[in-house]
């Protein structure tokens, strides 16, 4: 069973830190890019940022560009999303998604983040 578990939410002050981590089973994580997600209230999920699991490559929409780092275990099968400069528009619930093709991926239930102005 492959299973997704994100953790590291939480309330947060603009300008300050939060770490996100997404725990991956059930898969072979090489094989999969590892994306982070978010949805504000009355918003469509957007993608944040991506890696591949095979060659580490990286993905950040303009929004978090320079603010926000993402990054692999390939050991832990895990991957990390720091976010720095927080701002009170990254607000949202942030889910984790292994892609492979069209028909094989997975979600995680997904984790609050909520900055305070």
């Known amino acids: 069973e492959v299973q997704l578990v994100e953790s590291g939410g939480g309330l947060v002050q603009a300008g300050g830190s939060l770490r996100l981590s997404c725990a991956t089973s059930?898969?072979?994580?090489?094989?999969?890019?590892i994306g982070w997600f978010r949805q504000a209230p009355g918003k469509e999920r957007e993608g944040v940022s991506c890696?591949?699991?095979?060659?580490?490559?990286?993905y950040y929409a303009d929004s978090v560009k320079g603010r926000f780092t993402i990054s692999g275990d390939n050991a832990k099968n895990t991957v990390y999303l720091q976010m720095n400069i927080l701002k009170p528009e990254d607000t949202a619930v942030y889910y984790c998604k292994a892609h492979r093709t069209a028909w094989d991926y997975y979600w995680g239930q997904g984790t609050q983040v909520t900055v305070s102005s």
């Open positions: 890696i591949s699991g095979r060659d580490g490559m990286t």
């Open positions: 059930g898969l072979t994580f090489d094989d999969y890019a």
